[in-house]
Nanobody, 116 residues
């Protein structure tokens, strides 16, 4: 399975963005999906994780109430809706999925920059 993110960009503080992550390939079955981010000079950190339809979500404390993870099985796509963005949300965002055949797979990342 391959994952491709989109939707990153430059936004002002307080604004919103929606990231998408499209899965493709043959015979994949994703059980868990997640979003991570990595800011310059920092380790990659978990932002949100859930079942493949966005069920049972868990969020990092820093994004609770502002970010929402969801999934659309019909489109093989997961989303991260980000609102009330802050400059400290600036990072490269990666989607990840646990596939029954391939194990953990990662997207290539998409840059999110929040200006103050």
């Amino acid at each position: 399975v391959q994952l491709v993110e989109s939707g990153g960009g430059l936004v002002q503080a307080g604004g919103s963005l929606r990231l998408s992550c499209a899965a493709s390939g043959s015979s994949f079955s994703i059980d868990i999906m997640g979003w991570y981010r990595q800011a310059p000079g920092k380790q990659r950190e978990l932002v949100a994780i859930s079942g493949n339809t966005g069920d049972r979500p868990n969020y990092a404390d820093s994004v609770k109430g502002r970010f929402t993870i969801s999934g659309d099985n019909a489109k093989n796509t997961m989303y991260l809706q980000m609102s009330s963005l802050k400059p400290e949300d600036t990072a490269v965002y990666y989607c990840s999925a646990l596939d029954r055949r391939s194990g953990v797979v990662w997207g290539q990342g998409t840059q999110v920059t929040v200006s103050s």
